[in-house]
């Protein structure tokens, strides 16, 4: 019986171990200093702050993103804003809903730059590799706004749970 336990826990450990550092936070601010790297960050009711090395998807909601660094998946800001400071590179999408996007001095978008109901400000020398989209905000409506939110969730969770059944699947059963 304590072996079983034993086994359990150092599965659950390197299960753990093997998840790449991904920052979820409530209420308290993420700062990725230029010294380190995360997977994924993910804020709520507060701001995502990047001057090193996103290797995956940033969020935040009711909270701004900055990013001094590289990212090298999408930004999404809800209720909030998105700026990319001076020689920063984002490899994906950058999206804020209601909320400002700024683009630094030879700031770098690999695909869309997207402001739905809020300002869009990008310096002459600012590259976005696809297409920047504006959406005033008397053509979308609240419902709509909740509806993308849901369907990201869902997507996401979606995702997870797939991730934990591969795992769970790979593990030697007694």
Same mark, same amino acid.
């Given at each position: ?12 450990? =390197? ?8 920052? +979820? ?5 993420? *700062? ?17 702050? +990047? /001057?090193?090395?996103?290797?995956? /998807? ?9 990013? *001094?660094?590289?990212?090298?998946? /999408? +930004?999404?800001?809800? =209720? ?22 700024? =683009? ?22 600012? *590259? +976005? ?17 909740? =509806? ?9 969770? *979606? ?16």
């Amino acid at each position: 019986m304590k072996r079983a336990f034993l086994f359990s826990l150092l599965a659950a450990v =390197l299960a753990l171990a093997a998840i790449p550092a991904r920052a +979820v936070q409530f209420f308290n601010d993420i *700062n990725v200093t230029s010294a380190s790297s995360i997977h994924d960050a993910i804020c709520i009711l507060c701001s995502v702050h +990047v /001057d090193g090395e996103v290797k995956g /998807d940033i969020v935040s909601i009711l909270g701004s993103v900055e990013v *001094n660094g590289h990212a090298d998946r /999408d +930004v999404v800001s809800i =209720l909030g804003g998105v700026t990319v400071g001076d020689h920063a590179s984002i490899d994906r999408d950058v999206v804020s809903i209601i909320g400002p996007v700024h =683009l630094g001095e030879q700031a770098t978008i690999g695909r869309d730059a997207v402001a739905i109901i809020g300002p869009y400000h990008a310096a002459a020398s600012a *590259n +976005v590799g696809r297409e920047r989209v504006i959406q005033p905000g008397v053509t979308i409506s609240f419902p709509v706004v909740i =509806l993308i939110i849901i369907l990201i969730v869902v997507l996401r969770e *979606n995702r997870r749970r797939r991730y934990f059944q591969a795992w769970y699947h790979a593990q030697p059963h007694p």
